[in-house]
């Protein structure tokens, strides 16, 4: 069983040289509602834009009220692309989905023109 402290470990393990994404898209299942919450009080606490990213990453299959300030602070804060970091523009995207409500348009946002 995933415990809220293993997700919360998990996020913080992210930085610029470390890309724990496929943990987080198998943690990703572990995360209900009642996880949500108490994960995204814990976004202020984070002091890098990988962990944050991460953190947007593991609640992204769950629209909620208390994680939309959390997404604005995200989109436009974070910053662009780096070499270590290739996963803001689509953690960027992520957050508008949930800004927008629309969970369905982050397929057509990454969409090549």
Do not use: N
């Amino acid at each position: 069983m995933v415990t809220v402290g293993d997700l919360l470990q998990l996020v913080k393990s992210a930085t610029d040289d470390h890309e724990p994404f496929d943990e987080l898209e198998v943690a990703r299942a572990a995360v209900g509602p009642e996880q949500v919450s108490w994960l995204v009080s814990s976004y202020q606490g984070l002091t890098s834009w990988p962990a944050r990213a991460a953190l947007v990453w593991l609640i992204q299959d769950h629209l909620s009220e208390a994680s939309r300030p959390l997404m604005s602070h995200f989109l436009l804060h974070s910053p662009p692309d780096t070499e270590g970091w290739d996963r803001m523009r689509v953690t960027r995207a992520i957050a508008l989905c949930h800004l927008e409500r629309d969970l369905d348009l982050q397929e057509a946002l990454m969409d090549d023109p």
